[in-house]
């Protein structure tokens, strides 16, 4: 029974720590997605974030500042799909694919000229994000496994729970929904729908950035060039088994979360093989979209350029 509830403590520990990249960068998607963008360049701007992130923890010492810059650097490069997207009508699917080129790119690129190598040095204590409850509990029991986690881990539920607010009981979260559906109505009622969409994508880039950050800041201490290793397109997935919806996207990451928490407690033994325990996250990622993209709602102006009439 102690090992049942130790080994449960350590799965927990395991979601916790997987899903809050992929709830992040969904949450973005959930904006820029039903604002009738698609924003395929969440995993370069996921990498960019992480990049930053790493950087400026090294620099600054505060794992919250250095979370915050690899938001906006993410940021950043949405604003550039923004503009190419929705000001200049580009094909939406082709400037994500080139974001995510840009990304990583860009990423390797800063990295070798700042630090002389493609990963950047390991960060300290202070560098990085804090934990919850940190050495409140024994290390190693139940609820130190459950509660001595990074506070982000936690914060991304109230994140969620914001966006839903957001999206369902404000005046910015309807007309966000009505851009995505009939952009041409609601510029007859007077609503910006280049505004309400420039400001969806941007944010869409902060979160996968945040995302990103949260990778090098919390999870793994350094930035290298495998650190993103398909995490956007797993949140892509997400967003669409979560039917464009924040709350969904949120259970579909935590799920995506879970598989990867499983993947990490398996790897702890020499019985299955690791390579094709790496799979799981990938495969159930797969199978749920499969079995449920056929069954989600696209917005309907989802991935159609929209010019302003004269």
Known sequence: MDAFISNLGLLINATLVATPPLLLAALGSCFSERSGV?????????????????????????????????????????????????????DQTIAGTAMNFIGPGLALFLCKAIFGSTDTPPLSISDKLPKLFEGVFEAGSFLGNVLNVYTVAYLVFVFAAIA??????????????????????????????????????????????????FVTTATINQFRPSVIVGQGFIAIAAVIFGKFSPGGAAKACLLFGFCSGVKSILSMSSVVDPNLISMIPYIVTIVALVLFVGKAHTPAANGKPFVKSK
Not at 43 to 57: D, K, L, N, P, Q
Not at 68 to 85: K, N, P, Q, T
């Open 38 to 90: 698609i924003n395929l360049g969440i995993e370069g701007m996921m990498t960019i974030g992480a990049f930053v992130g790493a950087a400026v923890g090294l620099v600054v010492n505060n794992g919250w500042i250095a979370f915050l810059a690899g938001g906006l650097a993410g940021a950043v490069m949405a604003a550039i799909h923004a503009v190419v997207c929705i000001q200049f009508h580009a």
């Open 164 to 213: 839903v607010f957001v999206f369902y009981k404000t005046k910015f979260g309807t007309h966000l929904r009505a851009v995505g559906e009939h952009p041409e109505a609601c510029e007859s009622l007077g609503i910006s729908v280049y505004r309400v969409r420039y400001i969806c994508v941007i944010i869409s880039g902060f979160m996968a950035g945040l995302g990103g950050a």
